[in-house]
């Protein structure tokens, strides 16, 4: 086990100096060879985890030195203002040159959101592990017993499920009779008026023999969808843990890449079953539609803001673990550094999740969905203090409370959908979280 003491020095005469430079919010970095980080640990503090599993990177805080919440729906744009005057007083201490600046998670819904800035990270990539300790101002001390339970946690060996979960339907809101009721309204309001695409949403809530473990649900999470952003937060009274598909957009320096991912359908065991799956996706007419109106929104935000823009004529298949999706990857340069907040704010929520125009399908939704989202189609991820970012939609996601588990999907709805099929292909979006509990 890593000696939490080897650490406390150097990490407290690097803050004794930024104090004495009269810093009043200071982070240090140092490497750290030997940890492992896999899963959520099983600590008290407050938790935010962030896993790309195909590119070995993840990245973990724990406590909370500083936050800024704002409420609305313009709350984006706030939230970006307080990360910039947060960066023009910020000091951060890297001794060793790791070059990784810290950052702060992100969550957002349609309520509202929040940035915070965790009091331990501990991240890895690059073949490289590395620790931030930033303290909370008013408790300086709190990050030493906070580290010394992340060591603790991390060095604990692992221990498989203890046996297979059994789930068992409370409830569904609404159910399958009022959800095809109301896509058919929805579908009446697409072919008479401005509407061009509605996102209706259904939840599902589960129970289960035994609480079910956050640490094991990511494990089986980052196995079956590699190639998702596996997340996972301890908000609105409980762990919130998914596999998002769908990168809202992740910043590097100026430059910017995005998804468009909408257009759907099932995966088959049978390779050839699963290849003429495909082949229809790509040509069927109203996926097709569906899907250009998320890049046609992409486009028109990002055009403005771009030195060169990189869109491909024709979307790809995105073949993920039980679906697949039409998927269009978006590359940009920006002019200038426009904030990686302000942009999302443009961005989200985006014909994938709401509708198109956005605020006609707002005004809908408000009057007909039956049912609070909660954080399901928000934003997850991280900024950091020197500009860069990694935001994702809230999506394929499991909200945990002991033996409770919510469950969330949506399909996407055009003039010409069919009602019964959209009720399935939620279905085999809620699906797609089942069989991962079940091997939690």
């Given at each position: 086990?890593?000696d ?6 150097p990490?407290?005469?690097a ?8 810093h009043?919010?200071v982070?240090?970095?140092l ?12 600590v008290?503090?407050?938790r ?21 919440e704002?409420p ?31 950052r702060?998670s ?12 965790p009091s331990?990270?501990?991240g890895s990539?690059n073949?490289t592990?590395?620790?931030t ?5 008013a408790?300086?001390d ?9 060591l603790?946690a991390?060095?604990?060996?692992y221990?498989?499920?203890?046996g297979?979960?059994l ?13 095809i009721?109301l ?9 008479d ?6 996102v209706?949403a ?13 640490a ?13 952003t ?10 919130w843990?998914?596999a998002?598909p769908?990168v809202?957009l ?5 430059e ?16 050839s ?7 229809w996706l790509?040509?069927d007419a109203?996926?097709r539609?569906?899907?250009?109106l ?16 990189a ?5 790809s ?22 904030p ?9 929520p ?5 509708g198109?125009?956005r605020?006609?399908?707002r ?10 989202r ?8 991280w900024?950091?203090?020197?500009g ?8 394929r996601?499991a909200?945990?409370?002991?033996d409770?588990?919510?469950l969330y999907?949506?399909?996407g ?8 099929a959209e ?17 939690a």
């Open positions: 086990m890593i939490s003491r080897n650490l406390e020095k990490i407290q005469q803050l004794r100096q930024a104090k004495r430079d009269g009043a919010l982070s240090v970095t490497p750290l060879p030997g940890a492992t980080l896999h899963s959520l640990p099983q008290p503090d407050e935010y985890f962030w896993m790309r599993p195909d590119r070995g990177e993840q990245w973990l805080g724990l406590g909370r030195a500083w936050r800024f704002q609305g729906e313009g709350h984006l744009g706030g939230l970006s203002e307080a990360l910039k005057d947060l960066s023009s007083r910020f000091c951060h201490i890297d001794p060793d040159a790791c070059g990784v600046p810290p702060l992100l969550a957002s819904d349609s309520h509202g959101g929040r940035i915070t800035l331990i990270q501990l990539g073949q592990t590395y620790l300790v930033t303290p909370d101002p408790q300086p709190a990050w030493i017993d906070t580290l010394e339970r992340l603790v991390i060095d604990r060996p221990e498989p499920p203890p297979p979960l789930l068992s339907l409370e409830r569904q809101v609404p159910d399958a009779s009022v959800w009721a896509a058919e309204r929805a579908v009446e309001s697409l072919a008026s401005a509407l061009q695409k509605v209706l259904r939840s599902v809530s589960l129970t289960s023999q035994r609480p079910v473990d956050a094991h649900l990511i494990r089986t999470l980052a196995c079956q969808h590699a190639h998702c596996i997340f996972a937060a301890d908000v609105h009274e409980g762990c843990v998914g998002s769908e809202l992740n910043r590097h320096a100026l910017l890449f995005c998804e468009a991912v909408a257009g759907t359908v099932r995966r088959d065991p049978y390779q079953v699963d290849q003429e799956l495909g082949d790509l040509r109203k996926n539609h569906e899907h250009q998320v890049v046609d929104l992409l486009r028109s935000v990002l055009e403005p803001l771009s030195a060169s823009l869109i491909p004529r024709q979307p298949l995105l073949r993920l673990h039980t679906l697949q999706h039409l998927y269009t990857p978006i590359r940009a340069t920006l002019k200038e550094d426009t990686a907040l302000e942009i999302a704010q443009a961005l989200h985006s014909p994938a999740v709401c198109s125009p605020q006609q399908a005004t809908w939704l408000q009057k007909y969905e039956p049912m609070d909660a954080w399901f189609t928000g934003l997850s991820g900024v950091d203090v020197a860069g970012a990694a935001l994702n939609v809230v999506l996601c909200h945990l409370q002991r409770r588990i919510d999907a949506g399909a709805l055009v003039a010409d959908s069919v009602s019964a009720w399935d292909e939620t279905e085999i979006k809620l699906d797609s979280m089942i069989q991962a509990l079940k091997a």
